[in-house]
């Protein structure tokens, strides 16, 4: 599997687990750990500020503004901050799911209609497990984002 050295985006060995409380500021939900390279790669105008090495954490409730956090005297990061759309902040169309490779809720039952397939679904399976994704550096919570994409269709396949 992969690359020695390489990081993989985290497809199946799945979300570290949470080893001290980190609970978001703004919605005292506790967030999943988030690498460094994430919050640099997807931030606007990070550049002019150096941020701290973290350890960061992704906020995943759907209703709260802030994306990322770190310890107290970190920064806090909203949605806003970011130069993607956050899917599961978002209430309006479209959600992104996969952001490597273009997938969204809305494209999903898209095709779904279209075909009664879900085609992309599959290939994208494929590319994650050769590791052509890069969830690490595309996706705001730095997860591989197979998982939602597969709940998703999964709900999508059942209406
Ligand atoms: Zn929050």
Known sequence: ??????PHCG?????EALTEAAACPACGQPGRSVPL???????AHHSDEALPEGPWRFCDSPA???VYFGDRAAPVFRKNQL???????ETAPPHPLCYCFGHSEESLR???????????VESLRVAVKEGRCRCDVKNPSGACCLGDILKAAKAIRTR
């Open 11 to 15: 497809c199946c060995g799945g979300g």
């Open 1 to 6: 599997m992969g690359e020695p050295g390489k």
């Open 83 to 89: 130069t993607v759309r956050v899917g599961i902040k």
């Open 37 to 43: 390279r994430t919050l640099q790669a997807l931030l």
């Open 110 to 120: 898209a095709e779904w209609q279209a075909t009664g397939r879900l085609e992309s």
């Open 64 to 66: 709260c503004e802030v």
